[in-house]
């Protein structure tokens, strides 16, 4: 038996058989890798709007197009407000990480006033747009910007439900291993959703813009 | 007897998505700072470079589309903390996939539906044949 193990040892050098032996991962790791699984298929869900944008992007049907509408100033504060949420968000992690209780509580509450200037200054940009008669029912790239660009919204307002449902839960119950759990994957949706905005304003604005 | 060894070896194989390493409080509050100014760097370039006249003018989406990337791949390192380290094969894995299906679906749609309107009948000539 033991001239099988060890053959098995040296046919095996990549230990991929010693996985047998070692159980579940921990909970953290496998709550945070489904998590991850699910961000992919969100950003999957994304590239469907963002190929429904590429591909109805010329179709204006004679009304205006991106260049004559956005404004560039704007989308670019609105830049900088949701990356230094993400910056902010961060520090949020370490203070939970580090168990302390205010230095969580400001920089979420930091984040969480960021992502609503963020979302401010788009509803205010839509409500824009639609008054100067360019809405979503104007043509087929004012439908495809809307569902674009308002999905990502969506997914910001949602965030910052789930970011204040995370400072109450600390507040109440403390930083417990499950509430640990959620902070992590709460992080990891609000820098991913900073990913699909660096697409979002690379792609819609500034080559809107520049073509 | 030497099996014994591997199993404490591999203890700590994984490592979950956005989960730093154990550092110390000053390098990881360093890292994200290192992130936002290097993603501020880029953000700050693409935006210049799309209003400008100093480059060629063709070469100004590309340009875009390559300082995106960039800085994603910034967000994903210093923010997600997703690294090649053999602690995260799991996650970089299942990253790659995603790629793969947004790759596929966007390049895919703008390729045939370019070529779909290339190939299509005008619609004025469309409307007269059926008169």
């Known amino acids: 038996m033991s001239v099988v193990a060890m053959a098995h040892g040296h046919a095996d050098p990549h230990h991929l058989h010693a996985a ?27 590239s469907c709007f963002f190929a429904t944008y590429g591909v109805l992007v010329g179709e204006t049907n004679g009304g205006p197009s991106g260049a004559q509408l956005f404004d560039l100033k704007n989308v670019a504060i609105e830049t900088a407000l949701l990356l230094l949420s993400s910056f902010t968000c961060g520090m949020a992690s370490i203070a939970a990480d580090m168990r302390n ?46 569902s674009l660009v308002g999905c990502h919204g969506l997914h910001v307002s949602a965030g910052i439900l789930w970011l204040l449902t995370m400072m109450a839960q600390v507040f109440a119950k403390g930083f417990r291993a499950d509430i640990q759990r959620r902070i992590l994957c709460f992080a990891l949706f609000w820098h991913a959703l900073d990913i699909i905005w660096v697409a979002v304003f690379s792609v819609v604005y500034l080559l809107g813009s520049a073509v | 007897m030497s099996e014994q060894v591997h199993g404490t070896h591999n203890h700590h194989l994984d490592v979950a998505p956005g989960e730093e390493e154990h550092r110390s409080l000053g390098s990881r509050v360093l890292g994200y700072l290192l992130g936002l100014g290097l993603a501020i760097l880029l953000t700050a370039t693409s935006f ?42 799991n996650n970089v894995l299942a990253l790659a996939f995603g790629l793969l299906i947004v790759f ?26 059926q008169r």
């Open chain 1, 101 to 146: 209780n205010l230095w969580f509580q400001i920089s979420m509450a930091v984040t969480a006033l960021f992502g609503a200037g963020f979302l401010a200054l788009e509803a205010i940009e839509f409500i824009d747009l639609v008054e100067r008669g360019a809405g979503p029912s104007r043509s087929a790239f004012l439908s495809a910007f809307f």
């Open chain 2, 48 to 89: 210049f470079i799309a209003g400008t006249d100093l480059v060629w003018q063709p070469s100004i989406p590309v340009a875009i589309v390559v300082l995106a990337i960039a800085q994603m791949g910034v967000h994903i390192v210093f923010f997600l903390h997703i690294t090649t380290g053999p602690d995260n094969t």
């Open chain 2, 104 to 129: 596929l679906v966007v390049g895919g749609s703008i390729w045939i539906m370019d070529h779909l309107n290339h190939n299509m009948i005008p619609m004025d000539q469309l409307m007269q044949m």
């Open chain 1, 20 to 46: 047998e032996h070692e159980g579940p991962a921990p909970k953290r790791i496998v709550t945070g890798f489904g998590f991850w699984i699910f961000l992919l298929s969100d950003i999957v869900m994304f």
